[in-house]
């Protein structure tokens, strides 16, 4: 049976735990939870004497301010006021009734258990520690301590073998992370393969709907004649079965990202992606007369009010001709096709109003009104050494003919001139695509 002395011996969480136990407010100080609780006990026995009261505890926390004596809190609140002491003299030794109230247990996580597994983590700590530091010890101070005193055979054997142990230990897993690595490599090279071959077989099919949709329409089969003229509105895409006469396309493996590259400008879509660009893409002949050919036929890939076939003349001299008729032609075609001949042959002095139009949201001024070329397709021929047309990939053929293209036009330029190198540089970039030519005859 539970007394208030008993009570009074109880902890501040406690006191609260049993408040609760007993349907009371759990709140206050520690002083005033006993009294809450000790009331509880006169209420359920109220004809039980009071038995002398024991000897008072230190006041603890409470402070002197607090201990002064204030009004009693009226019966049945969870007032935070003091209560009064007669009415706790009365309630000391007040026994509990004979049928015990309902409690919620709170059960404690057993403080043995969590040392145990604390105890037992620090143990494996301390062994690794001990292990890592003998072994460091038999690799540094060993060699050390033999070098200056006569070691035993079994000491030099024992450190030897520990350096065995651990070459062994760092050659089995570098071998490991190399195999792995090979292995992820071979994994992601398979499947790279298997999308590129299924991207490869959708353009294909794109290619040939595409191709059967033009011979609905132009029952010639989509070749263009006197008549291209009078086709309005282009939209960009170029004729298929001219650009494949010309370009060496469909050569195995190593050339699928130019095929399906060139899939893509044919039918008018942008070869840089996420890009506000016009479409450039050089053609490289392995001879003047094989590039006079091809500047023929790019001619025609595209009705002849859409094209524009730039000349030496125009090419060479000053920029503001070229500026003048490349506004006037990209304000009647905003998608046209302009072929650019001998590039290596551009004066350098007009070379920045191409990169202007061949740029990021390329335009061209006339009169003060900006006129765009964004959605244009650039068509240039260069006659390259036979060396850039033997390169046996599309990445190596392109990066091998635009940095020979690129030495080439800066053969005029002097070591200093800064400004001339980085304006064929930007030329350079604005390339996006290098197909080579089918040869002549």
């Given at each position: 049976?539970?007394?208030?002395?008993?009570?009074?011996?109880?902890?501040?969480?406690?006191?609260?735990?049993?408040?609760?136990?007993?349907?009371?407010?759990?709140?206050?100080?520690?002083?005033?939870?006993?009294?809450?609780?000790?009331?509880?006990?006169?209420?359920?026995?109220?004809?039980?004497?009071?038995?002398?009261?024991?000897?008072?505890?230190?006041?603890?926390?409470?402070?002197?301010?607090?201990?002064?004596?204030?009004?009693?809190?009226?019966?049945?609140?969870?007032?935070?006021?003091?209560?009064?002491?007669?009415?706790?003299?009365?309630?000391?030794?007040?026994?509990?009734?004979?049928?015990?109230?309902?409690?919620?247990?709170?059960?404690?996580?057993?403080?043995?258990?969590?040392?145990?597994?604390?105890?037992?983590?620090?143990?494996?700590?301390?062994?690794?520690?001990?292990?890592?530091?003998?072994?460091m010890a038999l690799f540094l101070y060993v060699p050390l301590i033999c070098m200056k005193v006569q070691c035993p055979p079994r000491v030099t054997?024992?450190?030897?073998?520990?350096?065995?142990?651990?070459?062994?230990?760092?050659?089995?897993?570098?071998?490991?992370?190399?195999?792995?690595a090979a292995r992820v490599k071979q994994t992601a090279l398979v499947y790279g393969t298997k999308v590129t071959e299924q991207a490869r077989k959708?353009?294909?099919?794109?290619?040939?709907?595409?191709?059967?949709?033009?011979?609905?329409?132009?029952?010639?089969?989509?070749?263009?004649?006197?008549?291209?003229?009078?086709?309005?509105?282009?939209?960009?895409?170029?004729?298929?079965?001219?650009?494949?006469?010309?370009?060496?396309?469909?050569?195995?493996?190593?050339?699928?990202?130019?095929?399906?590259?060139?899939?893509?400008?044919?039918?008018?879509?942008?070869?840089?992606?996420?890009?506000?660009?016009?479409?450039?893409?050089?053609?490289?002949?392995?001879?003047?007369?094989?590039?006079?050919?091809?500047?023929?036929?790019?001619?025609?890939?595209?009705?002849?009010?859409?094209?524009?076939?730039?000349?030496?003349?125009?090419?060479?001299?000053?920029?503001?001709?070229l500026q003048s008729r490349l506004a006037k032609f990209f304000k009647d075609q905003p998608n046209g096709v302009v072929v650019v001949p001998d590039?290596?042959?551009?004066?350098?002095?007009?070379?920045?109003?191409?990169?202007?139009?061949?740029?990021?949201?390329?335009?061209?001024?006339?009169?003060?009104?900006?006129?765009?070329?964004?959605?244009?397709?650039?068509?240039?021929?260069?006659?390259?050494?036979?060396?850039?047309?033997?390169?046996?990939?599309?990445?190596?053929?392109?990066?091998?003919?635009?940095?020979?293209?690129?030495?080439?036009?800066?053969?005029?330029?002097?070591?200093?001139?800064?400004?001339?190198?980085?304006?064929?540089?930007?030329?350079?970039?604005?390339?996006?695509?290098?197909?080579?030519?089918?040869?002549?005859?």
């Amino acid at each position: 049976m539970t007394t208030v002395a008993q009570l009074q011996n109880l902890s501040y969480r406690e006191l609260q735990i049993e408040c609760k136990a007993q349907g009371i407010s759990a709140k206050g100080k520690a002083d005033e939870l006993l009294g809450k609780l000790i009331i509880n006990l006169q209420n359920k026995d109220p004809s039980t004497a009071p038995s002398p009261p024991p000897a008072k505890k230190p006041a603890g926390r409470k402070s002197a301010a607090a201990s002064k004596a204030a009004p009693p809190p009226a019966s049945g609140t969870s007032s935070r006021k003091s209560i009064d002491k007669n009415i706790v003299q009365r309630a000391l030794g007040t026994p509990l009734p004979t049928t015990p109230a309902k409690s919620r247990t709170v059960t404690a996580a057993p403080s043995g258990s969590r040392q145990r597994t604390r105890s037992r983590a620090t143990s494996l700590l301390s062994l690794f520690a001990s292990t890592l530091a003998l072994w460091m010890a038999l690799f540094l101070y060993v060699p050390l301590i033999c070098m200056k005193v006569q070691c035993p055979p079994r000491v030099t054997q024992v450190h030897s073998k520990a350096i065995d142990v651990t070459q062994n230990a760092v050659s089995d897993v570098t071998q490991w992370s190399i195999a792995h690595a090979a292995r992820v490599k071979q994994t992601a090279l398979v499947y790279g393969t298997k999308v590129t071959e299924q991207a490869r077989k959708t353009s294909q099919e794109a290619s040939a709907k595409l191709q059967e949709l033009m011979e609905k329409i132009r029952p010639d089969g989509g070749s263009l004649s006197s008549k291209s003229s009078s086709y309005a509105g282009f939209n960009g895409k170029l004729n298929t079965a001219v650009l494949k006469s010309i370009v060496r396309t469909n050569q195995g493996a190593g050339w699928e990202e130019l095929d399906l590259s060139l899939t893509d400008a044919w039918a008018g879509g942008k070869i840089a992606a996420d890009t506000n660009k016009a479409n450039v893409i050089l053609f490289v002949c392995s001879s003047s007369s094989n590039c006079e050919e091809t500047v023929s036929e790019l001619s025609v890939a595209a009705p002849v009010a859409s094209t524009l076939v730039l000349n030496q003349v125009e090419l060479t001299s000053g920029k503001g001709h070229l500026q003048s008729r490349l506004a006037k032609f990209f304000k009647d075609q905003p998608n046209g096709v302009v072929v650019v001949p001998d590039v290596e042959q551009i004066s350098l002095d007009i070379l920045p109003v191409l990169n202007n139009v061949m740029g990021e949201y390329g335009s061209v001024m006339r009169d003060g009104e900006e006129i765009s070329a964004a959605d244009a397709t650039f068509l240039l021929t260069w006659q390259a050494p036979p060396a850039i047309l033997a390169e046996d990939s599309d990445t190596s053929f392109n990066l091998a003919a635009k940095k020979d293209l690129t030495l080439l036009m800066r053969e005029d330029l002097d070591g200093d001139d800064e400004a001339g190198q980085a304006v064929v540089d930007a030329f350079r970039r604005r390339i996006d695509l290098v197909a080579p030519v089918k040869p002549t005859g």
